[in-house]
């Protein structure tokens, strides 16, 4: 399997969904709409394609990695998903929108930093940016980059 490196670094001006003006951010990822393992071992490290919620904030600072596993030969028709949902403890997480983004863009074998804007998912109010930094790995070739 080839591998997607992506560090969820943070977001800006995402939709307060929470009394206050704020809400409790945090993203899920998969490729194109397929569901990934909850978790993934790599070198003794624990992956798992969600990252933290950071509390009371429309402005989330995550500085987290993932790693998704992408099936050969699909890189051209799938994506990388990453959802943005605002915590919520008594009720059903709030949907505060999404980034997608095709594969074809991590290709040329070098890591991408970039802001993306959020979309709506459905028909959700979504504003905001996200930035990652991502680095897509084929079998066999070794990823050395700290990330």
Do not use: Q
């Given at each position: 399997m080839n591998k997607l490196y992506i560090?969820?670094?943070?977001?800006?001006?995402?939709?307060?969904?929470d009394f206050g003006g704020k809400s409790?951010?945090?993203?899920?990822?998969?490729?194109?709409d397929k569901e990934v393992s909850d978790k993934i071992t790599k070198k003794?490290?624990?992956?798992t394609p969600k990252t933290k919620v950071i509390k009371k904030t429309v402005n989330p600072v995550w500085k987290e990695s993932?790693?998704?596993?992408?099936?050969?030969?699909?890189?051209?028709?799938?994506?990388?998903?990453?959802?943005?949902?605002?915590?919520?403890?008594?009720?059903?997480?709030?949907?505060?929108?999404?980034?997608?983004?095709?594969?074809t863009t991590f290709l040329n074998g070098k890591s991408v930093d970039a802001w993306y804007n959020v979309e709506p998912m459905k028909k959700e109010k979504a504003k905001g940016e996200l930035r990652l930094i991502t680095h897509?790995?084929?079998i066999g070739?070794?990823?050395?980059?700290n990330f």
């Open positions: 560090r969820v670094v943070e977001a800006k001006g995402l939709r307060a969904a409790d951010p945090f993203c899920t990822l998969s490729i194109s003794g490290k624990l992956f993932k790693m998704l596993y992408v099936v050969p030969g699909n890189e051209e028709k799938d994506f990388l998903r990453v959802v943005i949902y605002d915590w919520d403890r008594a009720s059903k997480n709030d949907l505060l929108g999404m980034v997608k983004i095709p594969m897509y790995c084929p070739v070794p990823f050395y980059n």
